[in-house]
């Protein structure tokens, strides 16, 4: 096979052991499906929002680019840690809207002018981002399925694979953490 013929799955594993233009040459095979996951993450925030899908997908990626000690075992493994990495960078934003909003360096305007979705959006976000990090210590698999299912945009199938679980328990971990999570942040179980 032609070097630039190589599936994403063989520049991964090759990346996993230490070929350094691997990764980087991922980037044009992925880049379709990469902009379609930071699409659905975006779509879920405000219409205020600052970031464009072309830039999360950049930024993202220079995040996966800069993991060297990463044995990637394959495609949906490559986009588990992607949608993580988005997650990351929007958490990260939402933290300094919430900052900024409660004071910062905010230039003051007319409260008509302010956008308060933008900001709610931003409180959700980090309290979501905190209670993850609460179930992390609980039940680590659960977290992760959260961020395949919710933040990767991935099937039940996809997370099973990218997390080397049975499909069962895919689902099972994907109910328990969705329960869990929504009495974590509105204080009340599902029915």
């Given at each position: 096979m032609a070097e630039d013929q190589l599936s994403a799955t063989e520049l991964l594993l090759r990346a996993g052991a230490g070929e350094p233009s691997a990764v980087?040459?991922?980037?044009p095979l992925v880049y379709d499906e990469l902009r379609?996951?930071?699409?659905?993450?975006?779509?879920?925030?405000?219409?205020?929002?600052?970031?464009?899908?072309?830039?999360?997908?950049?930024?993202?990626?220079?995040?996966?680019?800069?993991?060297?000690?990463v044995e990637w075992t394959g495609r949906a493994h490559f986009m588990?840690?992607?949608?993580?990495?988005?997650?990351?960078?929007?958490?990260?934003?939402?933290?300094?809207?919430?900052?900024?909003?409660?004071?910062?360096?905010?230039?003051?305007?007319?409260?008509?002018?302010?956008?308060?979705?933008?900001?709610?959006?931003?409180?959700?976000?980090?309290?979501?981002?905190?209670?993850?990090?609460?179930l992390r210590g609980l039940d680590e698999r659960q977290m992760r399925v959260v961020e395949c299912r919710f933040f990767g945009g991935m099937t039940e199938e996809q997370t099973a694979d990218a997390l080397g679980i049975g499909l069962r328990t895919a689902k099972r971990d994907w109910a328990k953490a969705r329960s869990w999570l929504y009495t974590e942040l509105y204080d009340e179980p599902i029915s």
């Open positions: 980087e040459r991922i980037f379609r996951l930071a699409h659905q993450h975006l779509a879920r925030e405000s219409p205020g929002r600052t970031l464009t899908t072309t830039e999360l997908v950049h930024e993202a990626y220079l995040k996966l680019i800069d993991q060297t000690r588990g840690v992607a949608a993580i990495a988005m997650r990351r960078i929007l958490v990260d934003r939402a933290r300094t809207r919430r900052r900024v909003k409660r004071g910062g360096d905010r230039v003051r305007v007319p409260l008509e002018n302010v956008d308060l979705t933008a900001d709610e959006r931003a409180d959700l976000v980090v309290a979501l981002d905190e209670a993850l990090e609460r």
